[in-house]
């Protein structure tokens, strides 16, 4: 960072500071700055940004849920089929369609696609869609049936649901908004609840819904697919640092693995 830029950032901060401490007045101020398109928040401890400094060393944790990974007969089955050219070139012909995008691509597609070959789910409920959905509709079977809740349905995703109104759902509501006991205990064996969330727990968004009142009401032998997750692993140096992004949804889906309430078949990332 240069000198013109430090003294512009000190300049605006010396401005802001009054506006964003703790009173009364400070949801006023940050309610109109969300408006224009920005937060500014104070740096304290009990703040969700954290220290960029301290980054580095909590990103060099080799292990953050489970230090000695078991490996799965899923997993096994994976390996062989990757290493197999001949099925990956498949694959890739029949994912040429969305193969350019940068949202759900290469590995993360393949084993989606494996999951759903190898658990032959009746249903899927993806809580975040798009290209997901793409592989989940080209590999279900032919009575099976994808609900899709995307707040912000982009025009490649209305567009799969319009040519597939007989498999396809769509909810485009917030699952805070839209959130039903049913729909999700209807979830049944090898049934799957894909999770492509905002990645970040917030007063008020997806998340605490999802790990509060949805997963706990999760039927045994459901599998739950997140996306953007790290598991085993703390959060990669280069998310952090490349996106400036502070998930932490990872903490709370991590717990449910060292508390043993869900059973691990896969890591990808």
Same mark, same amino acid.
């Given at each position: 960072m240069n000198l013109v830029a430090k003294v512009i950032l000190k300049i605006i901060s010396i401005i802001i500071t009054p506006f964003i401490k703790d009173s009364g007045r400070r949801m006023v101020y940050l309610k109109f700055m969300q408006k224009l398109g920005f937060c500014a928040l104070p740096q304290r401890y009990c703040e969700p940004v954290p220290l960029v400094s301290d980054i580095d060393s909590i990103t060099k944790m080799p !292990?953050?849920?489970?230090?000695?990974?078991? /490996?799965? /007969?899923? #997993? *096994?089955?994976? #390996?062989? *089929?990757?290493? =197999? +050219? /001949? !099925?990956?070139? %498949?694959?890739?012909?029949?994912?040429a369609k969305i193969a350019a995008n940068k949202m759900f691509c290469g590995f993360d597609a393949f084993i989606y696609s #494996?999951? &759903? +070959?190898?658990?032959?789910?009746?249903?899927?409920?993806?809580?975040?869609?798009? !290209?997901?959905?793409?592989?989940?509709? $080209?590999?279900?079977?032919?009575?099976a049936s994808i609900n899709c809740i995307e707040p912000y349905p982009s025009e490649f995703l209305k567009e799969l649901v319009g040519n597939n109104k007989?498999? &396809?759902?769509?909810?485009? *509501?917030?699952?805070? =908004?839209?959130y039903q006991d049913k729909i999700f205990s209807s979830l049944e064996q090898n049934d799957i609840l894909f999770i492509d969330s905002? $990645?970040?727990?917030?007063?008020?968004?997806?998340?605490?819904? %999802?790990?509060l009142?949805?997963?706990? &009401?999760?039927?045994?032998?459901?599998?739950? $697919?997140? $996306?953007?997750?790290?598991?085993?692993?703390?959060?990669?140096?280069?998310l952090v640092y490349k996106s400036g992004r502070f998930y932490n949804e990872l903490y709370m889906a991590g717990n449910l693995v060292a508390n043993c309430n869900y059973s691990f078949i896969f890591s990808n990332y």
């Open positions: !292990y953050l849920v489970m230090s000695n990974v078991p /490996e799965t /007969e899923f #997993e *096994k089955k994976i #390996e062989k *089929k990757f290493l =197999d +050219k /001949e !099925y990956l070139g %498949i694959f890739k012909k029949s994912i #494996e999951i &759903i +070959k190898n658990y032959n789910p009746k249903k899927i409920i993806e809580i975040g869609a798009g !290209y997901s959905t793409f592989i989940a509709v $080209h590999n279900i079977n032919k009575n007989n498999k &396809i759902s769509l909810i485009d *509501k917030k699952i805070q =908004d839209c905002t $990645h970040v727990v917030l007063i008020g968004g997806d998340l605490p819904v %999802i790990f009142k949805i997963l706990p &009401i999760i039927r045994k032998g459901v599998l739950v $697919h997140f $996306h953007d997750v790290s598991i085993p692993y703390e959060y990669p140096r280069k």
